[in-house]
């Protein structure tokens, strides 16, 4: 079912948020599309409460048998999956905030603190009630596009349920679902369980408020544009730009969620053309270095967590058209892959990959280059 906020409730809504002591969680998604027919979903996984280990892999096997959680126990929805998936890990559970099918299908869970707000818990609708790490693994292990995504949604019922392993954190979420055709949509959940869906415009997510006030929000930077500004005479006197980029020049640098959202927009829409998804691929981790957050800038020193170098543990590229995925960490940033097409889902077990936790940076020392006359 779509709805629709009112006006007052949206604005009294992101006016607390922003009142409101919350922990630092932003994260920035984004898409691109190469020549050679690849899709890239890619994004930033910001948590600033504690060393998360996203860079701690799980993967699914085909047929897994899946029990949902409820407030009551692991008594909900029960499903037999049709598809192997990898999946972020997160305080060493076995969901997180990103994930990737064997079919191409993507899924990913961005905070939405203020706006969400989940079906009430029924015991009589146990058996289709999911909590909100259910409902990634569910559609992950069940679909293959989002327009099936779209039409089996009505029929689940995602509910809240409190987890302390997850930093004491309560867990508001959006998502956003992305097929090999480059269709992306973003799924919120408010008012006690009212699903709305929005198409994701360039593929570009963000945190709260609602999608719907981002898009509107984007009326406000109409004049920014690629290249330079023309100059301009006054009084006899002529003006030129100073330096480059002066097109983009008032594009917002922070890093709240609606100032993410717009710069973005605006980095995706004005992408260089990209011949093949490595191409775009690397492009992605490039736009998204401007989103890479310091610990400094969102905590006074005595505030922030102490076992993390920042607020950005990892950035990860999904080529859906390939089934690869890429990624780097916080405190590895060399580039790593895990291959799908290579794993047989039918034959492994359910299982854990630690390959990409190796946690040392990668310096290679050219020194020894250096040529001196004898």
Same mark, same amino acid.
């Given at each position: 079912m779509?709805?629709?906020m009112?006006?007052?409730?949206? /604005?009294?809504?992101?006016?607390?948020?922003?009142?409101?002591? @919350?922990?630092?969680?932003?994260?920035?998604?984004?898409s691109?599309?190469?020549a050679?027919g690849?899709?890239?979903?890619?994004?930033? #996984?910001?948590?600033?409460?504690s060393?998360?280990?996203?860079? @701690?892999l799980?993967?699914?096997?085909?047929?897994?048998?899946?029990?949902?959680?409820?407030?009551?126990?692991?008594?909900?929805?029960r499903?037999t999956?049709?598809?192997?998936?990898? @999946?972020?890990? /997160?305080?060493?559970?076995?969901y997180?905030?990103d994930?990737m099918? *064997?079919?191409?299908l993507?899924?990913?869970?961005?905070y939405?603190?203020?706006?969400?707000d989940?079906?009430?818990y029924?015991?009589a609708?146990?058996?289709?009630?999911?909590?909100v790490?259910?409902?990634? %693994?569910w559609?992950?292990s069940?679909?293959?596009? &989002?327009?099936?995504? %779209?039409?089996?949604l009505?029929?689940?019922?995602? &509910?809240?349920?409190?987890?302390?392993?997850?930093?004491?954190?309560?867990?508001?979420f959006h998502?956003? #679902?992305?097929?090999?055709?480059?269709?992306?949509?973003?799924i919120?959940?408010?008012?006690?369980?009212?699903?709305?869906?929005?198409?994701?415009?360039?593929?570009?997510?963000?945190?709260?408020?609602?999608?719907?006030?981002h898009?509107?929000?984007?009326?406000?930077?109409?004049?920014?544009?690629?290249?330079?500004?023309? !100059?301009?005479?006054?009084?006899?006197?002529?003006?030129a730009?100073l330096?480059?980029?002066?097109g983009?020049l008032?594009?917002?640098?922070?890093?709240?969620?609606?100032? +993410?959202?717009?710069?973005?927009? /605006?980095?995706?829409?004005s #992408?260089?053309?990209?011949?093949?998804?490595? $191409?775009?691929?690397? *492009?992605?981790?490039?736009?998204?270095?401007?989103?890479?957050?310091p610990?400094?800038?969102?905590a006074?020193?005595?505030?922030?967590?102490? $076992?993390?170098?920042?607020? !950005?543990?990892?950035?990860?590229?999904?080529?859906?058209?390939? +089934?690869?995925?890429?990624?780097?960490t916080?405190?590895?940033?060399?580039?790593?892959?895990?291959?799908?097409?290579?794993?047989d889902?039918e034959?492994?077990?359910?299982?854990?990959?630690n390959?990409?936790?190796?946690?040392?940076?990668? #310096?290679? $020392?050219?020194? +020894?280059?250096v *040529?001196?006359p004898?």
């Amino acid at each position: 079912m779509l709805t629709r906020m009112p006006i007052w409730r949206a /604005a009294s809504a992101a006016l607390a948020l922003l009142l409101m002591p @919350s922990p630092a969680l932003p994260c920035t998604g984004i898409s691109l599309a190469a020549a050679d027919g690849a899709v890239i979903v890619a994004r930033t #996984v910001e948590w600033a409460l504690s060393d998360a280990g996203h860079d @701690s892999l799980v993967l699914f096997p085909r047929h897994h048998e899946f029990t949902a959680q409820t407030p009551e126990g692991y008594n909900g929805m029960r499903w037999t999956g049709r598809h192997g998936f990898v @999946s972020l890990r /997160a305080y060493d559970q076995d969901y997180g905030p990103d994930g990737m099918n *064997e079919a191409g299908l993507y899924v990913g869970m961005y905070y939405f603190p203020g706006f969400a707000d989940f079906a009430a818990y029924d015991p009589a609708e146990a058996e289709r009630s999911m909590s909100v790490g259910d409902l990634m %693994r569910w559609m992950l292990s069940s679909f293959e596009t &989002v327009d099936e995504v %779209r039409a089996a949604l009505q029929g689940v019922r995602v &509910v809240n349920v409190d987890d302390p392993r997850f930093g004491g954190a309560a867990l508001p979420f959006h998502w956003k #679902v992305a097929d090999a055709t480059g269709a992306a949509i973003v799924i919120e959940i408010i008012d006690g369980g009212q699903v709305r869906l929005h198409e994701a415009v360039l593929g570009v997510i963000t945190n709260s408020p609602s999608y719907d006030w981002h898009v509107t929000n984007l009326r406000n930077y109409l004049g920014l544009t690629q290249g330079a500004k023309a !100059t301009l005479t006054l009084d006899r006197v002529e003006l030129a730009p100073l330096g480059a980029g002066s097109g983009l020049l008032g594009l917002p640098g922070d890093f709240t969620p609606p100032s +993410r959202f717009v710069r973005a927009a /605006a980095f995706t829409a004005s #992408v260089r053309p990209l011949a093949t998804a490595e $191409d775009a691929v690397y *492009e992605a981790f490039r736009i998204l270095d401007s989103f890479n957050i310091p610990l400094g800038s969102l905590a006074r020193a005595r505030e922030q967590a102490t $076992d993390i170098p920042g607020a !950005t543990q990892i950035t990860t590229a999904a080529d859906l058209a390939n +089934r690869v995925l890429y990624f780097h960490t916080m405190a590895n940033r060399q580039v790593q892959k895990l291959d799908l097409k290579q794993i047989d889902f039918e034959r492994i077990p359910q299982q854990v990959l630690n390959g990409g936790t190796r946690r040392t940076q990668a #310096v290679h $020392d050219i020194t +020894r280059d250096v *040529e001196t006359p004898r």
